[in-house]
């Protein structure tokens, strides 16, 4: 661990060549240990497992995606848990058609991106072409020093035109975070650039999406063809993203991470965030191919129908009353309107002249909330509250008055009530909010708790803190080790606004309901469903856009964040929130707008609630889960399963162990007419569809930090040494009662813990798009799917004969800017 050399007093000496050593480097907490990059890809290969995998699975593949830099030498230098190349993990579920048996597989891969390309062929580069977000975010970064960075990538990217280059940067995406699916394309996605299609079940990548097709899907011969058609017959051609944009054409290509697709028409919503006005667009597109499964229900069925035939595309429409240029990650839909968040979390250049980094937050600005119909976002109604940060929605549904008409529109959000987590992720202390603090007598002072993420290390920063009077040193914050939520003063000897104030009174990462109310245009309803931390939301896929009633997320289970994290995001437990029950009890009982909360239990009482019925539950491992956790039983798993209240279940991962965001995948739909012995007297009347909504499976990675880590340093072994490299592992999680882990896969090495993953069920990986080829790592289209595209970069005298005296002059230029 790096430790700050100690000031000296008196005169400095200088130093001799026998005391010169190498000067050691703080270890960044999202370059480290599991954070790590891994440069290892591996193509399909053949994995063992324990337990039962579920025949729903069968022919399907999981994949997540995240960051994984490839240029990582100075682990010095300004990094951030969003920046890095893209790199997807999946884990496939072939049938063994003569056996009739799962046979999991691992496979990585690289997004062969213009940026990886482009690195990986100049071994010059030591950083990555792109500022990093930590440097775009930092307050005490000065403006000459955060130009610098964007100079630098704004001459590399020139450079990558000129002759003896490989790869032209056309597009500044890194294609880290998210992966979807939508009309047969598998799209990994990044909100710096367009989606990129990638190829199930091997993950190689075929090419950039334009709205319209992807590379590689189209001949040179057929764009040709097409584009004689369209002048023989005076027709406009397929309109693609960003071709109204002139000059800033590339900015309107910028598409969220998280685009929103309808799972009864198939239509796909995103919008474009950008520097310039209007800010925000959007842009929907249809399923123009067949559906990739036929609804049942026969209402559905002809909605796909009627969707399919009428190949509608809506592209880069402008979103009106947008307050400028922000840091927009996502955004809900149901199935009639949109909702655009306006939160005073700024992405400007021009914050510069201002004194201010690029990416800045400003709470004394109010939070806004954009909502329009679908097809018409300049018919937006605006709703204003208190300033927080939002960075992931967890479903938004439509409510109905008695004639039918939308009366308003519900959303479920994961809220921060502030922008630590943009700083934490990069390893910057937060800007502190200058508030007057009073300390009397009997009242202690009180500071800002560790959010759910968390500052890593403050050691080795303690001089910076020093010197930035706009920084919060965490070494002054004497009760940093508190409970995150106090008890020392029982929480049950509190109500009304008092508890209101108590619970209120800390960082926050909580899941939220709103309620805008479209007759009124006011917000009817906000206040948090649970006080636990909560993030990295989602919904049974079918479920969403319409009123699902369960929500998984993850969390932690210790009331200190700072070591609950690890120093950093960690997630040792995952949760699934009963919103249509709390919703419920908050309506009946409403507690107070924005700070209210409904279910007021710590994290600790939640798992605590589940140990009475756990001491007389069955096992909560399939029997065939090996040895490794035996002891473990009693605490690898939790819920919170008392008879007097399931709204909150929760699943605990054994000690040392952590997990990723999770996905559900349905099980098998029981017959309608089947009645389960748990409802047959239930005297709520719900549909088969909505009892079964739970019945499922959770797929996430999980890594086991105690096994694989370097006990002192923390560092995890060389992953090219198949023998010692640390291994992760999928598990299955029986998503109704959140005990049970029917499967755990164990992969041929470890997968960093990274962003959003999906499930592609096998009718999508059958029903994908044809391709003519894809990316290769030197640049070009093949056959083959450049599998060894992680495994190294291009050698340095490569590309001398291309550019001659030129080549000189660029690795010249490169060398310098490296």
Partial sequence: MFEPVAPSTGKRKRATSQTIGLTPQPRHPYLTGNFAPIHQTLPLTPCTYTGTIPKELANGEYVRNGSNPVSNEDLGRDAHWFDGDGMLSGVSFPENPETGEIEPEFVNQYVLTDLYLSAVSSPRLRVPILPSIATLVNPVASTIYVMLRILRTVILVILSFLPGSKQPI????????????????????????PPMRIQLPGLETVGWYNGAYAENEKSEQELEEEKARAVEKQVEKEKVLGQDGGVIAFMREWTTAHPKIDPVTGEMMMFHASFAPPYVQYSILPQQGSPTKISEDPEKAELQERNRTKQKKMLNHAVSGVSGAKMMHDFGVSRSHTIIMDLP??????????????????????????????WNPENVTWFETDACCIFHTANTWDSHSNTGAVSGVNMLACRLTSATMVFAAGNIAPPAERKAQTTTATETKRSKRMPFFSKYDTSSEASLYDRAS????????????????????????????????????????????????????????????????FEFPSVRPDREMHAARYIYGCSTSTTNFGSALGKATKI?????????????????????????????????????SSSSSSSSSSTTTSSDVDDEDDNNNDNETHSAANEEDRSIQ?????????????????????????????????????????????????????????????????????????????KSELWILNARD????????????????????????????????????VRGVRGQVGEGSGGDAGSGRDGEDEGEEEGGWWMGVRRGVEGFLG
């Fill in 572 to 608: 040792d437990v995952l949760v699934k929130i009963d919103a249509r029950t709390l919703i419920a009890r908050g309506m009946k009982n409403p507690p107070r707008s924005v700070s209210g909360c409904v279910d007021t239990r710590t994290m600790a009482q939640v798992l605590a």
């Fill in 345 to 374: 979390l700024s992405l400007d250049p021009m914050n510069q002249l201002k004194g201010l980094p690029p990416v800045a937050y400003d709470s004394s600005k109010p939070s806004r909330f954009g909502v329009f119909p679908r």
């Fill in 470 to 533: 706009l920084l919060e040193n965490p070494s002054t914050t004497p009760d940093e080790t508190e409970a995150f939520l106090h008890l020392g003063r029982r929480q049950d000897t509190l109500d009304g606004d008092e508890l209101d104030d108590y619970i209120w009174d800390e960082e926050q990462c909580r899941l939220y309901y709103y309620h805008f109310n479209q007759q009124t245009a006011q917000i009817d309803h906000q206040w948090a469903l649970a006080t636990i931390p």
């Fill in 738 to 773: 959140m005990k049970t882990v029917v499967a755990r896969v164990y992969l041929p090495q470890r997968v960093p813990y990274g962003l959003h993953g999906s499930w592609f069920g096998a009718d999508m990986v059958r029903g994908q798009r044809a391709l003519e080829g």
């Fill in 650 to 726: 929760a699943f605990r991962l054994p000690d040392g162990w952590f997990a990723q965001e999770p996905r559900f995948v349905p099980a098998s739909t029981s017959p309608t007419t089947t009645t389960s012995s748990s409802s047959s007297s239930s005297s709520t009347q719900e549909t088969p569809e909505e009892d079964d909504e739970d019945n499922g499976y959770l797929l996430f990675y999980a890594f086991n930090e105690n096994a694989h880590l370097d006990p002192v340093t923390g560092s995890c072994p060389p992953d090219s040494d198949p023998h010692r490299r640390a």
């Fill in 170 to 193: 056309k597009k500044i995406s890194v294609a880290n975070t998210h992966i979807i699916y939508h009309d047969g394309r598998a799209l990994a996605t990044c909100e710096s650039g």
